[in-house]
T-cell receptor, first 113, second 114 residues
């Protein structure tokens, strides 16, 4: 089956710790994205990557970092500098950048206490 | 610049009655528009998309949307609601003109009453 996998589904961390969220796709898509979802706010773009070894900041990149060393993988690190990291994180991919549609993974719910 | 406004944060319908979820957009160029659905604690699933072809777009699960340029609207409809339609729906716009970003609406939560 082709698709996007995110792991783990639930993640708990103590404040001050960095944490890395996994995103893998086997759709052979060039572009990948990370979004943050908070209740009542829709989705906000954190980072995106159009091609391997290249990525750009989205609207809310502060406190986050990414890498794109392989076409199928786009991990997101939530650093201790992120002031309010508790949220639902969604990874997506598309064959090309917009206007091509994006396909989403199942999400990771991160809780930091 | 692009933006999208979903006019209702919550819509409640009875099972078997029509569904209307409203979306207005703003775009400097010819936009592409999408509707996605999200069930609780799940990822988003594409319902349908408009990319400058037919203005009436049919999607999955009996949903359709009509692109109205004069009204800058892209409302989502379904003739008869099912219990399984209860979810959150997002209207999304991209102008595609050098922008690699989608702009998401804040979502409309659809409740279906048995």
């Amino acid at each position: 089956d082709g698709g996007i996998t995110q792991s783990p589904k639930y993640l708990f961390r103590k404040e001050g710790q960095n944490v890395t969220l996994s995103c893998e796709q086997n759709l052979n898509h060039d572009a990948m994205y990370w979004y943050r979802q908070d209740p009542g706010q829709g989705l906000r773009l954190i980072y995106y990557s159009q091609i391997v070894n290249d990525f750009q900041k989205g609207d809310i990149a502060e406190g986050y970092s990414v890498s794109r060393e392989k076409k199928e993988s786009f991990p997101l690190t939530v650093t201790s500098a992120q002031k309010n990291p508790t949220a639902f994180y969604l990874c997506a991919s598309s064959i090309r950048p917009p206007p091509y549609e994006q396909y989403f993974g199942p999400g990771t719910r991160l809780t930091v206490t | 610049a692009q933006s999208v406004t979903q006019l209702d944060s919550h819509v409640s319908v009875s099972e078997g009655t029509p569904v209307l979820l409203r979306c207005n957009y703003s775009s400097s160029y010819s936009p592409s528009l999408f509707w996605y659905v999200q069930h609780p604690n799940k990822g988003l699933q594409l319902l349908l998309k408009y990319t400058s072809a037919a203005t009436l777009v049919k999607g999955i699960n009996g949903f359709e949307a009509e692109f109205k340029k004069s009204e800058t609207s892209f409302h989502l409809t379904k003739p008869s609601a099912h219990m399984s339609d209860a979810a959150e729906y997002f209207c999304v716009v991209t102008d595609g003109a050098g922008s690699y970003q989608l702009t998401f609406g804040k979502g409309t939560k659809l409740s279906v009453i048995p």
